[in-house]
């Protein structure tokens, strides 16, 4: 501590508090006008640059030209608080080298089993694991080599959807479907293989083709009402 800064805290610590404290750079501490439970710093300019309001039981620091850096060369820097931690800026970037992890912890039952979420960015991924996921956007646009979706339940409200694929395969052990039209348009092939077709259709069927051959191993039945032929 220079001998400036040592008569500084003297004359604070003898009750001076009215008289501005000067170092001969032009530097000065004194107590605010407004509050006399308020101490405050200025700069060679009389800019604020410090800040201890003891009846609010605040201490702000102010940086009136400049930038802030706060730096260890080895160490890691820890910012605790009791409430509420807020960071503000035009820009607010986050730089890591190995990774970057936010988590919010239920404390109440952290000690019978952890729930909360959680987000881990890797360099190569991304992980984030929540109870409850919620994502709203007007426009949403989505980019994946491989997708993979592992649910027990999936549930779309869509009011048009449009798909183009190379190949589409579907393994389901039941498939149900329930449409007011159904239309498919095959330009080249249709196959169906099935153990059993069953068809229950309350109106009519009509079948139109150049050709239609029908094979069957054993019996060929048809019956009805009234049969034409030709």
């Known amino acids: ?23 001969p750079g032009g530097a000065s501490a004194a107590l605010s006008a407004d509050s006399e439970h308020c101490i405050q710093v ?12 003891a009846q609010a039981g605040v201490t702000r620091l102010s940086i009136p030209e400049g930038d802030l850096e706060l730096a260890t060369r080895q160490g890691s820097i820890r910012l605790k608080a009791a409430d509420e931690v807020s960071l503000e ?3 607010v970037n986050v730089l890591a080298t190995e990774s970057i992890g936010l988590r919010v912890i239920d404390l109440g039952k952290q000690l019978l089993k952890p729930v909360g979420s959680t987000l881990r960015l890797l360099p190569h991924q991304l992980r984030a694991a929540a109870q409850n996921l919620e994502v709203g956007a007007d426009d949403a646009n989505l980019s994946v080599s491989r997708l993979q979706y592992r649910g027990e339940e999936l549930h779309a409200v869509v009011t048009r959807a449009l ?3 190379e190949k589409v395969e579907t393994r389901a052990k039941s498939l149900w479907q329930t449409t007011d039209n159904l239309v498919s348009k095959v330009r080249e092939a249709a ?3 099935a153990g059993r077709v069953n068809q229950l259709v309350d109106g009519t069927i009509q079948v139109k083709s150049e050709k239609a051959i029908h094979k069957t191993r ?3 039945k048809v019956q009805a009402e009234r049969i034409h032929l030709g």
């Open 163 to 165: 798909g183009v694929f």
């Open 1 to 23: 501590m220079t001998s400036s800064e040592q008569a500084v805290v003297k004359q604070l610590s003898r009750g001076e508090q009215h008289s501005p404290v000067t170092t």
């Open 89 to 91: 800026g035009r820009d």
């Open 218 to 220: 054993k019996d060929f």
């Open 42 to 53: 200025f700069d060679e300019k009389q800019q604020l640059i410090f800040e201890y309001d």
């Open 191 to 193: 196959q169906l293989r």
